[in-house]
Nanobody, 119 residues
Framework: QVQVVESGGGLVQAGGSLRLSCAAS????????MGWYRQAPGKQRELVASITSGGSANYADSAKGRFTVSRDNAKNTIYLQMNSLKPEDTAVYYC?????????????WGQGTQVTVSS
């Protein structure tokens, strides 16, 4: 059974910080690129940040300079440190994990964690 579990969301005032975690697990799977996406009410889901198994990170323009994605390969876990939060960062944050088993590739989503930034 494959699990992708996010944690760390919550309510914070503008200018504050939150740290999200996402742990992936699954027998026989190799987890490759993992990323954070977010979806605000009435909007499409968008990429926030992603990181490869080698540690190469990619950020949306809205996240650059404020958010940092990191990874612990031994735990198949990624983190998103969010600083200087703004009300427009309010959204459900989802973790995506790309995995492979042999020649087969898969994509898994977590259930999401709510981040609310008050002004």
């Amino acid at each position: 059974q494959v699990q992708v579990v996010e944690s760390g969301g919550g309510l914070v005032q503008a200018g504050g910080s939150l740290r999200l975690s996402c742990a992936a697990s699954g027998s026989g799977l190799s987890f490759n690129a993992m990323g954070w996406y977010r979806q605000a009410p009435g909007k499409q889901r968008e990429l926030v940040a992603s990181i490869t198994s080698g540690g190469s990170a990619n950020y949306a323009d809205s996240a650059k300079g404020r958010f940092t994605v990191s990874r612990d390969n031994a735990k198949n876990t990624i983190y998103l440190q969010m600083n200087s939060l703004k009300p427009e960062d309010t959204a459900v944050y989802y973790c995506n994990a790309a995995a492979s088993r042999g020649r087969y590739e898969y994509s898994y989503w977590g259930q999401g964690t709510q981040v609310t930034v008050s002004s």
